[in-house]
């Protein structure tokens, strides 16, 4: 019998951010010999118009995941865990979800209405736009200042439909998956991670804040790889 065909990684990040986020976690797994994607998700930074929203989100994630000619893994940070959710769902080449620190929501849950259904107060609202007001400290408060800095520099606003929109779909009632739980986190408070993460069929923990894939890049590895292996 032959080996098993070892999943493609798809990563995809959260609000503000882009797949830049990934670059240490990604550079470790290539160099580990897996074969790695990304998505950049389409209500980040939109253009002027009609703003892209969680279901438009959705879409960019089932598409990267139909262009993958075998087996995948999802790895979602924090907003992303929502559109993957509802992307991914009956997708039949997705073998299992990681969820970090991310928003494993249910079929007609928010982002919004996971917050308690007020923004936080770290949220800037701008129209239909949306971005945070401290990201230093409630994004990488235990990542190297100069990283942090470079980080803070390349987020972008990102469409408030993304919050406000409802999960249509929830991979995870029946794809595997693995909640991811950052114990320092000061975006997603430690109560609601673990919350979410009684959805998860496996649930990790990291003393990580909101952005391990820069502050605990070899941890992360170490737990998508062991969700990817067969």
Same mark, same amino acid.
């Given at each position: ?22 670059? *240490? ?22 253009? /002027? ?69 007020? *923004? ?48 249509? /779909? /929830? ?55 062991? /969700?990817?292996?067969?």
């Amino acid at each position: 019998m032959s080996a098993p065909t070892r999943p493609v990684l798809l990563l995809v990040h959260g609000a503000w951010h882009g797949s830049w986020c990934w670059e *240490p976690v990604r550079t470790a797994l290539v160099d580990n010999g897996w074969r790695v994607e990304s998505v950049d998700l389409p209500s980040v930074g939109p253009a /002027a118009g009609d703003r892209p929203g969680l279901h438009d989100d959705a879409k960019a994630v089932r598409a990267a995941i139909d262009a993958v000619d075998g087996p995948v893994v999802v790895v979602a940070h924090s907003y992303g865990g929502a559109p993957v959710s509802e992307g991914a769902a009956d997708a039949p080449t997705v073998q299992h979800l990681v969820y970090v620190t991310a928003f494993q929501l249910a079929p007609g849950e928010s982002l919004l209405g996971a917050a308690g259904g007020q *923004p936080p107060p770290w949220w800037r609202i701008d129209g239909d736009l949306f971005s945070p007001l401290t990201p230093h400290e409630v994004f990488y408060g235990d990542v190297a200042p100069e990283v942090a800095d470079a980080a803070v520099a390349r987020l972008r606003p990102q469409s408030y439909a993304a919050a406000t929109e409802q999960l249509l /779909a /929830a991979a995870w009632e029946s794809t595997p998956s693995t909640y991811v739980v950052c114990e320092a986190d000061q975006a997603i408070p430690v109560f609601a991670q673990e919350a979410m993460a009684g959805r998860a069929g496996h649930v990790e923990r990291l003393p990580a804040a909101h952005s391990p894939f820069l502050s605990h890049p070899a941890d992360l590895v170490r737990i998508i790889e062991a /969700a990817a292996r067969p």
